[in-house]
T-cell receptor, first 112, second 114 residues
Framework: EAQVTQNPRYLITVTGKKLTVTCSQN?????MSWYRQDPGLGLRQIYY???????DKGDVPEGYKVSRKEKRNFPLILESPSPNQTSLYFC???????????FGEGSWLTVV | AQKITQTQPGMFVQEKEAVTLDCTYD???????LFWYKQPSSGEMIFLIY??????QNATEGRYSLNFQKARKSANLVISASQLGDSAMYFC???????????FGSGTKLNVKP
C-alpha cells in the first residue's frame, strides 16, 4: 500500500528541547516536502527536496532543518523549538512534477 | 500578493445540491498545476482533483469537477449532489513552475445540511 508515514503523530514538548519528526515514503518518489498548518493560514511549505541530498527552503523555513540522505526518508528537525512552532505538520511526497501529492497523516506538535 | 486566494471561509449547502468553492491564483509562470484537497475533521489530506495549466479540458473526478478559467486565473471546485460526508475543509493549492514549490489557500469549510 502506498504510504507516507510520519512519527510521532502527537507530541507535547518543552521550549528548547530538540526534536525530530520522521517521514518515510514507500513509493520511490523523488520529491518530498514538509508543511505546517495553522488556523486561517492553510498549509505553508517549510522545506522541500527534489531528490537525495537536494533540499530547498519553502515559505516558512525559519527554525527548521531537514536532511535527505536516503530517497525514502525526509526528517524535520526542530533544533530549539519555541511555542510559535506549535502546529499541525504534514509530510508529503510525489513523483517529480507529479499530479498527485501523497500526504502523511499529520503530526500534532505542541511546544510549551 | 497571495498566491492562492479562497474567499469563502465557510459555506453551507443542502444535501443533494451542487456547490461551488472558489479559488483564484496568482502566477506569472506558464507551467503550473492546480490541486484541490479535502480535509475532514480527522485531519488527513485527501486528494480530490488536479488541473494542469496546459490542459484544455476541465478536470473531472466523479462528483468533483474543476472549473478552470485560465484568463481569469480561477480554479473553482464544483461538487455535484452534495452528501453529508462532504462536510469538511477544502483547500486549493498550486504547484508553480518547475521548482515544485507549493502554495495553499486558507481553506473553505463546507457544511452539508440534511
Amino acid at each position: 500500500e502506498a504510504q507516507v508515514t510520519q512519527n510521532p503523530r502527537y507530541l507535547i514538548t518543552v521550549t528548547g528541547k530538540k526534536l525530530t519528526v520522521t517521514c518515510s515514503q514507500n513509493m520511490n518518489h523523488e520529491y518530498m516536502s514538509w508543511y505546517r498548518q495553522d488556523p486561517g493560514l492553510g498549509l505553508r511549505q517549510i522545506y522541500y527536496s527534489m531528490n537525495v541530498e537536494v533540499t530547498d527552503k519553502g515559505d516558512v523555513p525559519e527554525g527548521y532543518k531537514v536532511s535527505r540522505k536516503e530517497k525514502r526518508n525526509f526528517p524535520l528537525i526542530l533544533e530549539s523549538p519555541s511555542p510559535n512552532q506549535t502546529s499541525l505538520y504534514f509530510c508529503a511526497s510525489s513523483e517529480q512534477f507529479g499530479n498527485t501529492i501523497y500526504f502523511g497523516e499529520g503530526s500534532w506538535l505542541t511546544v510549551v | 500578493a497571495q498566491k492562492i486566494t479562497q474567499t469563502q471561509p465557510g459555506m453551507f449547502v443542502q444535501e443533494k445540491e451542487a456547490v461551488t468553492l472558489d479559488c483564484t491564483y496568482d502566477t506569472s509562470d506558464q507551467s503550473y498545476g492546480l490541486f484541490w484537497y479535502k480535509q475532514p475533521s480527522s485531519g488527513e489530506m485527501i486528494f480530490l482533483i488536479y488541473q494542469g495549466s496546459y490542459d484544455e479540458q476541465n478536470a473531472t473526478e466523479g462528483r468533483y469537477s474543476l472549473n478552470f478559467q485560465k484568463a481569469r486565473k480561477s480554479a473553482n471546485l464544483v461538487i455535484s449532489a452534495s452528501q453529508l460526508g462532504d462536510s469538511a475543509m477544502y483547500f486549493c493549492a498550486m504547484r508553480e513552475g518547475n521548482f515544485n514549490k507549493f502554495y495553499f489557500g486558507s481553506g473553505t469549510k463546507l457544511n452539508v445540511k440534511p
